[in-house]
């Protein structure tokens, strides 16, 4: 596994990722709605992989829904940065992080551009099932405290 980590500016949220295979081979991709290009978001994920999100001041969880609702976009209120976008079903989470908010983003490829606005409702859930990370954590500050301790 490759562990890389990352998060907002200021700190409040921090992403921790374990990537199967190493970052060249991951293209981000720029979702072309009209979110995520004013974000300049563009999105890394790992079906085989995991992601630890830390959120040290839960207040200042941003969370938006837009267009179909279906997923949740995750940001830090005090500093503005998206972290990443976040599906619940079945009882699992899964969820696609802004590789602008990774360190060593760099070693990622190239991103590359896709459109999901003409899929339907179900046919962007299979996909995000099929490809985002699917062992996710997000842990409020109660448990992150214990996590740093270790
Ligand atoms: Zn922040």
Known sequence: MNRINGGCHCG????????????????????DCDFCRRHNAAYVSDPQG????????AGLRGSYRQGSSQAEFLSCRRCGVLIGAF?????????AINAHCVRGAKNFTAQQSISLRLLTADEKTARWRGSWFSHVNVLTARYADGLHKL
């Open 87 to 95: 599906y619940a079903d079945g009882g699992r989470l899964y969820a």
């Open 50 to 57: 995991s992601v630890a999100v830390w959120i040290q001041d």
């Open 12 to 31: 409040n949220i921090l992403v921790d990722l374990e990537l199967s295979v190493t970052p060249a081979s991951y293209a981000p991709r720029a979702c």
